[in-house]
């Protein structure tokens, strides 16, 4: 949760429910955490003002309140007030305490079948209640349903309609989610309660740790959702085909909710505990008691995005192609190979790497607590006085530390220290002091450029971005290639490139001419060994997403982990001794380490975030990586931070709630270039290393994503 900003208001319905701070954000309006006069928590949605005077939208939100208000059942959060005539409109349901599914997901990981069962379970009956009342909820989601000790709820549901006809929609934009809108949304057919069913298969393939149509770009995940048929590898048996009835392409072919339950086997536990331990734990810590005082002001404000209700529904410009989401839901198990065992091979799918769900607390990032040896006063109250008033000067420093830092007087200098490294001779942290900024780059950055944003399918293509220019060069006639990677000597590059056949890693030549293909991969990026005669890439062996090293010149195959946890994102270290790689385990997704002295070794863990971490990226010295923590739509959404190698010293370079991810260092590793933007309209943006200097180098209409700088 976030404290209220300038112009937020302070109550709503006459100071009927007050409000103190704010939940989530999206395409409709601002949801806040609030209290009834009594002190029930509630959570509030007010409507953008600008849409009230949208011909029709108050008639459309009073029917769609209404219809909202008739939904019952065990499993939602129900509406309790609303006021459609309003300034702003409003609208009150009660508050779940408890992180949302994409939370639990993001730091327990899959679940086991007899929680997918009772999830299962509980979300088809809370489909029911909602279309029973005549409500389509559109936006079916893991960041839209609450987990609960009982059960989940489905929140955010019943008033998506609303928005039909507005400028939003007339403007191109869509309401749903990519990845969860089922075929007849994209190809503009008759919505009906069947879209629910089959957002309920894409929920329930997530919970199981698959990725039914990958990630990456919205217009690919789309295109497979309307012609391929869903990977429900990570999908139990027992529940595999349930989940691939609720995504048939036809929808009177999907089941409704209560054939669904009629068909569903529930496995209750004995104890009654639906949930995984480190579940039902995260489920327990979220009180809001602990959270709110009730008073008329807030207490401390929390970090930890878990304890919201979901923001509205996302409002999201569904066919243009979005950069590497760091990504969207949760990770994808796309295919690697013909068949396990077997060497290497063709993949289906378009695989564009990582999803990022949403979920996990965001740290606050801010400076730690004031250190050093306690003040010691004299005897008696004279010395108790001394004692205080020089605690008080202590905290007043802190307080002008603080300041000046944020004011930009004091600057953190990644490589003030030792060298370049920026670590004094005991590994503590830099000191602030100040510093010469440094001079922008002149060497160039590739990007991944869209150029038909309007399409319903991949156009993505390899640009190459000069320091001298505004607009980027294409470099290759490509259909939906992604994520460059430039080679060592700056000569050549690799990309990643998907079709129908599936994803395979290319390289070309530095002016866009040598084009040819390396080897079939599972989709995702790839990265070169610092000679540049090896690429590490992505491949499934025995349903798992795991490293593979390629030798460019004879595409010799090694595989390199082994592990049940899915990899993601490898980056070769310049001293060529190790990869760092995107790990999932049951904490999450994390940087690790893969020893290439010991590939077969347990790879060895580097950060620590209770959030996912991805995208990680070497410093020119080898001494830090720069890196994406968080997800969309949660907290600050993704940030992009910086750790050394050895995990210590672990703090943010960019935190906005603007969404950033995929960072890349400049040659001389003082600049950091990023992606910041919706997933649809990507741009590329750049800051020192000290944290100073930001500029945005997207500056045409083309969004820009995946940048390489070296």
Known sequence: MKPLEAGDPASVGDGKYRLVGRLGQGGMGVVYFGRSRSGRAVAVKVVRPELSTEPGFRRRFAQEVAAARRVGGFHTAPVVDADPEGVPAWLVTAYVPGPTLQAVLDQVGPLPMDTLTVLAAGLAEALAAIHQAGVIHRDLKPANIIIAEDGPRVIDFGIARALDGTALTQTGFQIGTPGFLAPEQLTGGALTPAVDMFALGVVLSQAAGGAPFGYGASAARHYRVVHEQPDLTGVPDQ????????LAKDPRHRPGPLDFLNLLTVHHPPDGVWLPAEATALVRSQDPATYFAPTDRPAAAPTDPRMAMSAPPTVTEGTAVSHQPRTVQSPPSSTFGPAPGSTFGPAPGFGLGPGQPPGGPVSP??????????????????????SRRKRRATVAVAVLVAAAAAAGLLVWQPWAGSGRGGASANGSSPSPRHSTPAAFPDASLLVRMDTDPGSSTCHSVIGRRDSTTDNPKQLIDGTCDVLPQWAPDRKSFAFTRNSSQGSAVWTANADGTGVRRIAAISGGRVSWSPDGRKLAVLG?????????????????????????GKVEDPAWSPDGKHIAICLQKTSGWQIHLVDLSNPGGEPRQVTHQSRRALDPVWSPDGKYFAYTAGAPGVGTGGDIRVVRTDGTGDRPLVQTDAQEMDPVWSPDGKWVAFVRGPFDTPAIWAIRADGTGERKLTTGSVPEGHPSWR
């Not at 004031?370 to 004279?382: C, D, H, K, Q």
Request: proline fraction near 7%; charge should be neutral.
């Open 239 to 246: 529940l595999r085909g349930l989940v691939a009835a609720c």
């Open 365 to 386: 990032g801010g400076p730690g607590p004031v250190g050093g040896t306690p003040l010691v006063g004299g005897t008696g109250p004279a010395g108790d006085s001394e």
């Open 540 to 564: 499934r062996r025995d349903g798992v997403q795991q490293l593979f090293v390629v030798n460019v010149s004879d595409r010799s195959v090694q595989q390199l982990t082994t592990g049940t």
